[in-house]
């Protein structure tokens, strides 16, 4: 059974940071392209960033050069830095492999910017 389990949000102020964790049980990690997926209230969940397992990231527009993701594969873990983070930020975070599959999707992990 596939388990992915996020960790790391909370609230935090305009211009702060977070570090989000992910991690993964139930598959051969090290094999899966990672994905970090984020939902708004109201708007379809979209993916934020991607790494493949030999380092190669890719992200969305409204997060580069702020949104960092990495990953452990000794851990099976997958990490998303965030720094000047925004009030458009806001979002429940989720990891996921990439393309998604449905049957991973685990709880999630709310991220509040706000002052």
């Known amino acids: 059974q596939v388990q992915l389990v996020e960790s790391g949000g909370g609230l935090v102020q305009p211009g702060g940071s977070l570090r989000l964790s992910c991690a993964a049980s139930?598959?051969?990690?090290?094999?899966?392209?990672m994905a970090w997926y984020r939902q708004a209230p109201g708007k379809q969940r979209e993916v934020v960033a991607r790494?493949?397992?030999?380092?190669?990231?890719n992200y969305a527009d409204s997060v580069k050069g702020r949104f960092t993701i990495s990953r452990d594969n000794a851990k099976n873990t997958v990490y998303l830095q965030m720094n000047s983070l925004k009030p458009e930020d806001t979002a429940v975070y989720y990891c996921?492999?990439?393309?998604?599959?449905?049957?991973?999707w685990g709880q999630g992990t709310q991220v509040t910017v706000s002052s």
């Open positions: 139930g598959i051969i990690f090290r094999l899966y392209v």
């Open positions: 996921n492999v990439w393309p998604s599959r449905s049957d991973y």
């Open positions: 790494i493949d397992n030999g380092g190669y990231t």
